[in-house]
């Protein structure tokens, strides 16, 4: 899906007879410059390790957002207790009762609405009854946009404009060459579209 309609076209500085190719990369490139499958509300599943005497961790795609009627945007939650990461020992009693939780497999599932949350993807879980903490957890969840913004917009203009002055790309054709368009992204996602769309790169991936 292209982040551009036709019937934003004229707004966004394109003549309005522009093909639906060029929204189409420009949106393609959007998604692989923000290490995302879509901008639009999409559900992820990460395997993540917690922040050492925080119960804390930062999922990877944001904002975070419920899709409705959930009142979170945790689908579903699991956590263990894995052998303790170096500096995280705690004491050899302690490590033993770590250790003896961390079979194989030995998942709890937690209650999402449970788990602290914030829209730029922190996250806090509580200890277990024995006042133990987890150490790894497996959150799926919603994220992404239910609105393409302004500034998402404008960066699929300019990068069809920047795709439109290159003189290698700048032809009329049914399609556009995918590696073409690969050979001149650095050009077409210029420092202005790559500031449009900070907000949207993925988290621990660039």
């Given at each position: 899906m292209?982040?551009?309609?036709?019937t934003d076209y004229v707004n966004f500085g394109l003549a309005p007879d522009t093909s639906d190719d060029w929204i189409t990369v420009a949106s393609s490139?959007?998604?692989t410059y923000c290490r995302r499958i879509s901008l639009n509300v999409t559900q992820y599943t990460e395997r993540l390790r917690l922040t050492a005497g925080s119960q804390t961790t930062l999922l990877t795609y944001l904002p975070l957002v419920?899709?409705?009627p959930a009142t979170t945007p945790l689908v579903s939650v699991q956590a263990r207790y894995t052998r303790p990461r170096r500096g995280e020992y705690q004491g050899a009693i302690q490590e033993e009762i770590w250790w003896a939780f961390a079979l194989p497999g030995s998942w709890a599932t937690l209650d999402p609405?449970?788990?602290?949350?914030?829209e730029d993807g922190d996250l806090m879980f509580p200890l277990n009854?024995?006042?133990?903490?987890?150490?790894?957890?497996?959150?799926?969840?919603t994220a992404g946009l239910s609105v393409i913004p302004d500034a998402v917009k404008?960066?699929?203009?300019?990068?069809?404009?920047n795709a439109q002055a290159q003189p290698g790309m700048n032809v009329r054709s049914s399609r556009i060459d995918m590696m073409q368009v690969q050979y001149f992204s650095d050009s077409m996602l210029d420092?202005?579209?790559?500031?449009?769309?900070?907000?949207?790169?993925?988290?621990?991936?660039?």
């Open positions: 292209g982040y551009l309609l036709p490139l959007i998604e419920a899709v409705a609405t449970t788990i602290d949350w914030v009854v024995m006042g133990l903490p987890y150490n790894e957890v497996a959150v799926t969840y404008s960066a699929c203009a300019l990068i069809v404009k420092t202005t579209v790559r500031t449009l769309l900070r907000p949207w790169v993925a988290n621990r991936l660039g």
